[in-house]
């Protein structure tokens, strides 16, 4: 089975710190995913990777940084913690470059930040 | 821009109906779509994917059918169970590695 595990299930920050959520895969799937999840809002894509140190925008990347350096890794960074960023952040992955691949996700974080 | 509906937005049932569970999207260019389950505080866990060349797929009490030319997808449920109570969402892939999410249907299942 596929797995997607990230770094915590829950966080709790300061407005203004730099934080760090981590993302790992163990399917050797080339597509990586960070969303958010708000109420009403359902999913929004902050980030996708579809390779080694390739990254694309997605709806709302503004705040948000990523880094892939190696294939199982995707790490979502806010560089200066809002209180607007307080959300449930998660991980997908999936295997075909060309789109046609199914998704898996991780377990999600949940993050507030005070 | 895909846009991708669900109706209704909650449904309660008693345990053993039969439901059907509905998904909308406005671009019929897609590569597949994907529907999801999701518990309260946990992620998605991903239930049936029907590619844009396919018609349904079926596990065990789940069918879900794909018309793209109308832009729509049902997920119906047999026998329902108390289990089965959760938030259903669907997702579209589009060209460009972009999966557009519904907001999800909540279910309800009545022991």
């Known amino acids: 089975d596929v797995k997607v595990t990230q770094s915590s299930r829950y966080l709790v920050k300061r407005t203004g710190e730099k934080v760090f959520l981590e993302c790992v895969q163990d399917?050797?799937?080339?597509?990586m995913f960070w969303y958010r999840q708000d109420p009403g809002l359902g999913l929004r894509l902050i980030y996708f990777?579809?390779?080694?140190?390739?990254?694309e925008k997605g709806d709302i990347p503004e705040g948000y940084s990523v880094s892939r350096e190696k294939k199982e890794r995707f790490s979502l960074i806010l560089e200066s913690a809002s209180t607007n960023q307080t959300s449930m952040y998660l991980c997908?992955?999936?295997?075909?470059?060309?789109?046609?691949?199914?998704?898996?996700f991780g377990p999600g974080t949940r993050l507030t930040v005070l | 821009k895909q846009e991708v509906t669900q109706i209704p937005a909650a449904l309660s049932v008693p345990e053993g109906e039969n439901l059907v569970l509905n998904c909308s999207f406005t671009?019929?260019?897609?590569?597949?779509l994907q529907w999801f389950r999701q518990d309260p505080g946990k992620g998605l866990t991903s239930l049936l994917l029907i590619q844009s060349s396919q018609r349904e797929q079926t596990s065990g009490r789940l069918n879900a059918s794909l018309d793209k030319s109308s832009g729509r997808s049902t997920l119906y449920i047999a026998a329902s169970q108390p289990g089965d109570s959760a938030t259903y969402l669907c997702?579209?892939?589009?060209?460009?590695?972009?999966?557009?999410f519904g907001t999800g249907t909540s279910l309800t299942v009545i022991p």
């Open positions: 997908a992955s999936s295997l075909y470059s060309s789109g046609d691949g199914e998704q898996f």
């Open positions: 399917m050797d799937h080339e597509n």
């Open positions: 997702a579209v892939s589009t060209t460009g590695n972009q999966f557009y």
């Open positions: 990777s579809y390779d080694v140190k390739m990254k």
């Open positions: 671009d019929s260019a897609i590569y597949n």
